[in-house]
Structures are given as C-alpha cells and as structure tokens.
C-alpha cells in the first residue's frame, strides 16, 4: 500500500489554542526531515481555537466538530482522513524535541513487528510522567494501584506493574501500554483494530488500543533516545468536564471488557475502584465538607446556648422535640448555605454564609407559624440561634482562610528569563502587574550570542551554568525568550534538574494568547473559559427538583391542561423526567454530547420559543451555549410559561 506521508500527526483540542500554537510550531521544527501532515480534530472548543489557528497554520487540516466527542472519537475522525505510514496520536498541551519524529520513524522502520509505540515523556518541570510506559491494569495490577500497595513499594516488581516504576527510565523495551499524550503507531495496525474504541469518552481508550493492538499480534514499546514536554490535564481544567468521574468509569469498563470473566475479581475491583473514587471525591471536596460540618456544630452549639439562656437548661425544650430539632436546625442551614452557593463554587466568604442564615432563618420561622407543632421554637429561642450561628460561621470561615494564607499560601514564584529581548521584558512588564507580591524577577539568563546585551545589574550567569543559578537564587520559573535555544538542549536541562521543582515555559513571541496562558500558570489565575452552570451542584439541585415538581404537578393535578396542549406523547416523556432521562426544559437534542455530558435532552428548549429559527445543528449549538451559559431558576420559568399559556 503506498502512503503520501510519513507520519500523519492527528491532535484532539479542546479549549486549549494558546498550546495548541505552541505544539503545532514544535511539529514545524521536528518535521524538516519527513513528510509529514498534521490533522486538528477540535472538541467543540469555546476559545476560538480554530478561528485563531487555521489561518496562522495552513498546512494544518482543522475538522471543527459541533460536538465535544470525547478523546477516542474525535482521533478516529483524523484517522478516517489521514494518508501517512504511521498515525501520531499527539496531545495539544505537548511540546515535540527537533528529533523526536525522526528517531521515532527510524526506530519504528527497523523494528516491523511493533505495532505502537511511545518516548520519554516529561513534566514541565522536567519529572519523569509515569503514565508513558505502563502495565495492563489486570486486576491484581489495578488493586496494588487502588489501595496505594504499588505507592509503598514502588521497586517492587510485584505491587508496582501498573506504572512500572520498577523499571529504569532510561532504557527501551516491550510495555503494555504508552501514553494517549503520544502514541507513534502504525497506520495498518490502527486500521486492522478500527481505532479507538467510542465506548471510552476520556481516560482508558489508550490502554484499550494497547491491549488490542497486542491481541492482534503486535508489540508495544517504550523508547527512551528522544523526549518530549507534556503540560498534563489542560483540557480538563478547562472545561467542565468531571475528570474524576471519567477516569474511574474508564478502569471500570476496561476492566470488564478485557477482565470481566471472573466474577468475583470484577467485583473485588470494582469495590476498589469506589473506595479510590470515593477518596478522590473527599479529597477534592474537602474544604467543602469541613466547612459544612462546622456549620452544623455551630448551629447546634449555638441552639443549646439559645434555649440555656430562654429556659435556664441546656435542653429545656419538651423531650418530644429531641432529636428531631437538631436535625431539622442543621438540615435546613445546610441547604440554605449550599442554595446561596456557600459550598462546592470554591468560595468560602461570610457574606454567603450570612445569606444561608437569613434563609434558614426565613424557613424557620415561617415553619413556626404554619405549623403550631413547631412552635416550641420560640422567636426568641430562633433569634438568639441564628445571631450565635453568625458569630460562629463567620469565625469558622475567618480561622479556615487564615489557615490557608498561613500554611496553604502558595510560594514566592522566583522567576528567571533566558534570553533578553522585547519579549522577555514585555512579559516581565505583564507580569509586574499581575501580582507583585508573590513574583520575584530574579534577572536574566544569558545565551551566547545575547550575553553582551544583558545589563549587568541583572545579569545571572549563561544557560550552561543554569543548574548551578537555579540553586543559587531559588528559581522555581523559568521562562524561555530566545528562540535560539533548541528544544534539545532544553529537554536535556529538564533532565538535570527534574529534582528541583521547576517549572519551564516558552515565549519565544510576544502574543497575548502565549503570555495570558504564562501569567495565569504563574499567578494561579484561571483560563477564561465560558461556563457552564449546569455543572455547578446548587444549579444542578435546583434543576432536578423542578424537574420533579413540575413533572409530578403536570402528570396529576394539570393533567388535562398538558394532554390537551401538548399530546400523550410529550405527556408520556414526563415519566422519564422523572426517572431523570430527561428535563422538563433542556437542551436540544441533536446535540448529544453535551446531553452525555453537561445537561439532559428537553421535552422542551429555547428552540420551542421561535418556529422561525433556524433548525440547524449550528443553530441548536447556539442555542445549547446560550441556555448552559445563562442558566436559572427563572430562565427555567419563563420559558416553561411561555410555552405554556403562548396563542
């Protein structure tokens, strides 16, 4: 079969131009040797990435999906069109060596009876990323991994096969399996297995490719000579996509696809895949959940001081009241909290705090007058509670922030440029006014031939001394301006000093998409991506419980109002709103993927409001970002009402 490429390089983005940019000029520079043609399959991205890119790259072929079709999917797209020898699984956030494509295509030439295989892969600090050359997670692999046995015993070739820290980095041999960030794989094999398997939507699909490849007959291997940079996760973090969700519900279909035979095993790994789920859940929440339970001890507490002070006894409401007044108190405090969006948004103010108290309160006392049965809480009794609860929220938050500024503070970011130029000093000139507390500019770098341009007052010494200058001056930032610098040289100074925490970046261009990316990195400011708040727990809560209000109340009090105006079988589709399939109003639902992922398909939609717009899928994407974007109780009201009572 003849091929008019060499290598067909094939990228999946989401969200993540100002890499992107990056990775496809590191393919310019690897790719003088070889035919090569690069394919960007773009995930419905909201940055703009293919209307910045396409133009700046017209050697690059973009497919810009309307769907985000996850990992495996979206890479069968490229496959579909590619016309090279070998198909390059590459990811957006990776910076190619100038002789990675080179050494991968000899190594590969030579060695027919491999059918993928990957490289060196490292952090931006220069660390070793385990995940490049990997074991099968068989069930004894996945349980060492899962209850942290391959974490104790990480040379032990017994508990530690998952990532295989056992073995030498700086060695080739036969794998399991290699990293999605870069598989070097070639184009029958990928043909003969049919690609990724769509089943996966993140996270699993390369093992599963892996793992099929070698059950076709082929090897895997891991081939240390040549390196590249790998910014791990951008996509996830810029998005809101649940990492976590997906990474567990990956084990779990590996595991039962290619292990599910034994009964037993599969359910063992799967208790462990929910406990390590269950940790990571914890963990991820943990600021959440310590808060909230210090708010339900402080209304408690402060329900026991109340009824001291109005009845001279610690519980001297009638017995009957006991226990189900505590439960109540902190029930509702909870929930008023968690509605203001106290908890789960990352924000942890008094003023929050203060809004959930005045809505418990409000719910409190509006049960004391409904309902005589509560009215052993006396206003008092509420009053002197909600003002104690103040105190001891507000202080709980004041002691929990001041934790954090104490022990949780991030460090004095110690930077350092190579090279300097009208970038470097742009950027430092950004950076000076970003956050100048926390950002220290040590000076510059020399390279030899812009040596004699740097001034001497902050002159630090040549790139060949850069171990020794980290050292001396605590740099734990370094940011690459001259262009001069091959990535070579900087993959091998990543290698020198992966021991000591630092982070390398590169500007060879003064370009806001480049230095918004570097400041956020260094000052910790998020990306500035469209959010979806469909994804956000209070809103999530809020649009469950009117699905099943409203449903409940269109299914038997306004039966014959519904059946009349709308038919039996919108009718029908209540049951499944209330079973959770879908949503009283949603999104469209052509749009599958972000009824998968961020939202259920609606009886009705914004669509329903206009028959004169457009039924396009663009259209409906259109729609689809506006209502996830801006969505509310409210929205959800105004446009069930419109529909309803419309002419």
């Known amino acids: 079969m003849s091929y008019q490429y060499d290598i067909s390089i094939v990228i999946v983005n989401y969200n993540v131009k100002d890499f992107l940019k990056q990775c496809l000029e590191s393919i310019r520079s690897a790719s003088n040797n070889l035919k090569v043609e690069t394919i960007v399959v773009d995930n419905d991205s909201q940055d703009g990435s293919v209307e910045l890119l396409e133009p700046l790259f017209p050697e690059v072929t973009f497919i810009a999906s309307k769907d985000n079709l996850g990992f495996g999917r979206a890479n069968n797209l490229g496959f579909d069109i590619s016309k090279g020898r070998y198909i390059l699984i590459l990811n957006p956030d990776t910076l190619l060596n100038e002789d990675t494509l080179d050494t991968m295509f000899e190594y590969m030439e030579n060695k027919s009876h491999i059918g993928i295989s990957g490289c060196k892969v490292l952090n931006g600090d220069g660390t070793f990323q385990l995940a490049c050359r990997r074991g099968f997670p068989t069930p004894w692999a996945a349980f060492s991994k899962l209850f942290g046995l391959q974490k104790i015993f990480p040379n032990s070739k017994l508990f530690a096969q998952y990532n295989q820290t056992f073995r030498s980095v700086d060695e080739t041999y036969y794998i399991d399996a290699v990293i999605g960030a870069f598989m070097f794989a070639r184009a029958d094999v990928i043909k003969e297995v049919k690609g990724f398997d769509p089943e996966f939507f993140m996270y699993g699909e390369d093992l599963d490719l892996c793992f099929r490849v070698q059950q076709a007959g082929y090897k895997i291997a891991y081939n240390h000579t040549t390196s590249i940079i790998h910014y791990k996760g951008e996509s996830t973090k810029r998005s809101s996509i649940n990492e976590v969700k997906h990474f567990y519900e990956a084990m779990e279909i590996f595991a039962r696809k290619h292990f599910g035979k034994s009964a037993v095993l599969l359910k063992f790994l799967r208790l462990g895949i929910y406990v390590r789920a269950g940790v990571a859940y914890l963990n991820k929440y943990k600021h959440d959940l310590f808060y909230m339970a210090t708010d339900v001890l402080s209304v408690n507490f402060s329900l026991l001081l109340a009824t001291k002070i109005r009845t001279g006894a610690f519980l001297g409401l009638m017995d009957i009241t006991y226990p189900f007044i505590f439960i ?290 663009a259209a409906h994407a259109n729609l689809n970002n506006y209502y996830l974007q801006n969505y509310n109780f409210y929205l959800d009201l105004e446009i069930l009402f419109k529909i309803l009572f419309r002419k």
Do not use: W
């Not at 969006?341 to 409000?362: C, N, P, T, W």
């Not at 001056?473 to 001069?484: F, G, M």
């Open 328 to 617: 109540l108190f902190s029930f509702v405090l909870i929930l008023s909290i968690f509605s203001v969006g106290g908890y789960f948004e990352r924000k942890y103010g008094i003023a929050k705090a203060f809004y959930g108290l005045m809505v418990s309160f409000f719910i409190l006392s509006s049960l004391t007058y409904l309902f005589k049965e509560f009215d052993y809480t006396s206003r008092g009794i509420l009053l002197l509670t909600v003002g104690f609860t103040a105190i001891l929220t507000a202080a709980s938050r004041i002691v929990g922030l001041t934790i954090k500024r104490v022990f949780g503070k991030k460090s004095i970011r110690r930077i350092a440029f190579v090279g300097q130029n009208n970038h470097s000093e742009s950027l430092i000139s950004e950076l000076q006014r970003s956050n100048p507390e926390q950002l220290v500019i040590e000076g510059v770098v020399g390279t030899q031939i812009s040596e004699d341009r740097v001034t001497s007052s902050n002159f630090l010494g040549s790139f060949d001394n850069l171990e020794k200058i980290i050292q001396d001056n605590k740099i734990n930032e370094i940011i690459i301006t001259d262009n001069r610098i091959s990535r070579s040289n900087i993959m091998n100074m990543l290698s020198k000093i992966s021991n000591q925490n630092v982070r390398f970046h590169i500007a060879h261009e003064y370009e806001d998409l480049i230095f918004s990316r570097l400041i956020s990195e260094i000052t910790g400011a998020g990306p500035d991506i469209p959010q979806n708040k469909l994804m956000i727990p209070r809103f999530k809560f809020f649009k469950r419980t009117y699905d099943i209000v409203f449903s409940l109340v269109f299914l038997t009090l306004l039966s014959p109002l519904f059946l009349v105006k709308f038919g039996t079988s919108k009718y029908a589709e209540l049951f499944e709103v209330i079973v959770g399939k879908k949503s009283i109003i949603g999104i469209i639902g052509k749009d599958k993927e972000k009824i998968k992922e961020e939202c259920r398909q609606g009886i009705f939609s914004l669509l329903d409001l206009s028959a004169n717009y457009s039924n396009s899928e």
